[in-house]
């Protein structure tokens, strides 16, 4: 990786990208830190505290630590990702927006582009409303700051804020370096890192936490890291046989190649949905009043909170599910069948049609299957690390398997792109 790094920034072209999405990066942090008018900073933070682990907590994490400051970018790019799959999502259910995006081309990928910027914006103003609730039932303004006009300041501040990013995002997709809402991202989670070690190391030098544990949890997260680059590089490619055709004088066909499907096709979708959902109790109950310990409500509130054990198998089970819920979405064998069968294309053993479709299903099935256990392993594990260590609690490591998933991801992808730029240019030197 670093060596791709090296030879890149060889290349005047793509050190000016380098240098071009730095920048771009350099202005999101910047505004990370200019915090919204009329909020108390202090009381919120101290709020937040109380809430990390919770869906709140997800939402700081994605958002570099943002929202719990309430600054113009609290809200990151979770409207954009949220429109995202909505968009993703009503392309399957509504035939028109369907054949925009199949039949449509360049022009129809722009009318959904620019029908996912104008949804950003919609859900950027119904996060900022409830961000701003959030805020005001708690507490949480300075003072006398409750009327409408300072409401309608924060609401539109929080939304501007989101549309900023999201524009920020297309302009490293456009001029620089790899996925700009990717990077973007990157960029939040990364910067959280040094506060979290230097939460670990001061929990180690208070005593809170031994050396031998803190040597086990550095080995433990290495050992995820390698866990992750394995499996987001691996995947199952099954061998595919085009038939030869005689057109005229000249032979078509005959090529050999494979269909290539992914270990973990969905990515970090299926965590940041899981724990949501799976969180959503104690998100909500974050919004009341603690209830009296020993009554009804305290019980429950154990049970289904962050740390016991039904928190953590309903939250493995949701990952399996929406793991399967995305993979059949994003892949379709029925459709992949019916393309090989027109392009004169077969899977060796198997006749084109229904029997390719049911292969290619079957197999499907089983790759998503070992993605899901594998996703519920990464995400669980600093659960139950968390819910047995408090000094491990107290540092907010249950979300680091989010965190690294996503981190490395988009690592691995900024670097392919950077080699398929070289490649473009004739440079082989990262081959070297």
Avoid at 34 to 56: E, M, Q, R
Avoid at 237 to 263: D, N
């Amino acid at each position: 990786m670093l060596e791709t790094f090296r030879n890149a920034w060889k290349i005047e072209e793509l050190r000016k990208k380098i240098l071009f999405t730095l920048f771009i990066v350099l202005l999101y942090r910047l505004g990370n830190a200019v915090p919204v008018p009329y909020v108390d900073i202090s009381a919120l933070g101290d709020y937040f505290n109380s809430v990390k682990d919770t869906a709140l907590g997800i939402f700081n994490m994605m958002s570099g630590g943002a929202f719990s400051k309430a600054t113009i970018f609290a809200l990151s790019i979770q409207p954009y990702i949220n429109a995202s799959i909505i968009i993703q999502l009503l392309t399957i259910a509504i035939p028109a927006l369907e054949r925009l995006q199949k039949e449509g081309g360049e022009e129809g990928q722009k009318k959904l582009a620019s029908i996912t910027r104008y949804s950003t914006v919609a859900i950027g103003l119904l996060q900022g409303f409830a961000y701003y609730m959030l805020i005001r039932n708690q507490g949480l303004l300075s003072t006398g700051a409750t009327g409408l006009w300072q409401a309608v300041v924060i609401i539109l501040t929080f939304t501007a804020g989101s549309a900023l990013i999201m524009w920020l995002g297309e302009q490293i997709s456009e001029f620089g370096i790899g996925n700009g809402i990717s990077i973007i991202l990157f960029a939040s989670i990364v910067a959280r890192f040094p506060r979290g070690l230097q939460t670990l190391f001061a929990t180690v030098s208070s005593g809170g936490l031994s050396i031998i544990a803190l040597i086990l949890l550095l080995l433990g997260a290495l050992a995820i890291v390698v866990l992750i680059i394995f499996v987001t590089n691996a995947e199952r490619r099954i061998p595919v046989q085009y038939s030869k055709r005689i057109v005229g004088r000249k032979m078509y066909g005959g090529q050999s190649t494979h269909l290539p499907m992914k270990v973990n096709m969905s990515g970090v979708l299926p965590i940041i949905f899981a724990q949501s959902i799976a969180s959503l109790i104690p998100t909500v109950a974050a919004f009341f009043p603690a209830p009296a310990t020993g009554t009804f409500w305290s019980g429950f509130l154990k049970v289904t909170g962050t740390t016991s054990p039904l928190y953590a198998i309903c939250y493995f089970l949701l990952i399996i599910f929406f793991a399967y819920f995305y993979s059949t979405i994003q892949f379709n064998p029925v459709e992949i069948a019916n393309n090989l069968k027109k392009n004169g294309g077969f899977i060796p053993g198997f006749r084109p049609g229904k029997p390719t479709s049911e292969y290619i299903q079957k197999s499907l099935n089983k790759i998503t299957l070992f993605g899901a256990i594998y996703l519920g392993i990464v995400a669980v594990a600093p659960v139950v690390i968390a819910a047995t260590s408090e000094a491990a609690s107290n540092s907010g490591i249950a979300l680091g398997g989010t965190s690294i998933i996503i981190v490395i991801g988009v690592a691995l992808e900024t670097v392919r792109a950077l080699e398929q730029q070289m490649i473009m240019r004739n440079y082989k030197g990262f081959l070297d």
